[in-house]
């Protein structure tokens, strides 16, 4: 499974962005879909994941309601709606999959990862 992701920028706070990743391979070894982000200095946390279809996903508690994670099933593509963004939302934001049907938190419960996008909130 390989995930490419984009759409990163520069965004002012209160301001909206929207996350893509697509997948190729996936009918290999991918059920589950999330994001994470990763701020200078700071440990990889848990954005939001799905399931493929959507039927089911997992938010962190602190970012449930400003952030929305879809997809896109027939375009093997994932988005993550960011709004009302804030200067501490400021990271490196990763695509990841798993090919296990559990909505999990954790960085190591995913095989795969993509390449990463910036995202920057101007205070």
């Known amino acids: 499974v390989q995930l490419q992701a984009s759409g990163g920028g520069l965004v002012p706070a209160g301001g909206s962005l929207r996350l893509s990743c697509t997948a190729t391979?996936?009918?290999?070894?991918?059920?589950?879909i999330g994001w994470f982000r990763q701020a200078p200095g700071k440990e990889r946390e848990f954005v939001a994941a799905?399931?493929?279809?959507?039927?089911?996903?997992r938010y962190a508690a602190s970012l449930k309601g400003r952030f929305t994670i879809s997809t896109d099933n027939a375009k093997n593509t994932v988005f993550l709606q960011m709004n009302s963004l804030k200067f501490e939302d400021t990271a490196v934001y990763y695509c990841?999959?798993?090919?296990?049907?559990?909505?999990?938190?954790?960085?190591?419960?995913?095989?795969?990862w993509g390449q990463g996008t910036q995202v920057t909130v101007s205070s």
């Open positions: 990841a999959s798993r090919g296990a049907k559990l909505l999990v938190a954790a960085p190591t419960g995913y095989s795969y």
């Open positions: 391979g996936r009918e290999f070894d991918s059920h589950i």
């Open positions: 799905t399931t493929w279809t959507g039927s089911s996903s």
